[in-house]
């Protein structure tokens, strides 16, 4: 798996500017490629998993590296401190938060839409953006206070990521 490694490693490289010379030196470049991709047919392992991460916390490409592995929907080994799980999570965040400005156009329009707890980020988000208040969100859906803020944290962490992908894929990530 090594060669994977390697062009993870070379399109981060290929991408940092001259004026940025500590972007071509990934923590990664000196380990063991075993520590980040498992051996053929296995799991990462748990304390692979820490040990990969506790590498890529503080590295100065991390963020490149993540943006990289989900718009290739990368499906193995650990990039940017994430497994491939937590990677498929964030692809399927974004797209529900795309969803959930439609499904808050229907509220705005009191067409009283199904709203599954999955849509909940992408709704509130929106109806915030709109101008609603988290009380009024909170009458409208029926919802707790509680929910209404870990609806509104989620989709935080979503933006978040939307706005990584966006500054290091202008063009298109999805």
């Not at 490629?33 to 051996?39: E, N, R, T």
């Not at 193995?76 to 808050?104: F, H, K, N, Y």
């Amino acid at each position: 798996m090594g060669p994977v490694v390697q062009h993870g490693r070379s399109e981060i490289e290929r991408g940092a500017s001259a004026a940025a010379p500590e972007l071509s030196a990934p923590a990664c470049r000196n380990a063991d490629p075993g520590l980040f991709f498992p051996a053929y047919g296995r799991q990462l392992r748990h304390s692979q998993v820490i040990a990969a991460k506790e590498l890529c916390t503080g590295c100065p490409v991390q963020e490149e590296c993540l943006a990289m592995a989900v718009h290739a929907d990368e499906s193995d080994g650990i990039w940017g401190g994430t497994t491939p799980v937590e990677r498929r999570r964030m692809r399927s965040q974004l797209a529900r938060m795309q969803c959930g400005a439609e499904l808050a156009r229907s509220v705005v329009r009191e067409e009283d839409p199904r709203v599954p707890l999955a849509e909940r980020p992408g709704v509130v988000h929106n109806l915030l953006r709109m101008g609603w208040n988290a009380e009024r969100i909170r009458q409208t859906l029926k919802l707790t206070a509680d929910q209404v803020e870990e609806a509104r944290v989620a989709a935080a962490r979503a933006q978040a990521l939307h706005a990584l992908m966006e500054r290091h894929y202008p063009q298109g990530w999805s």
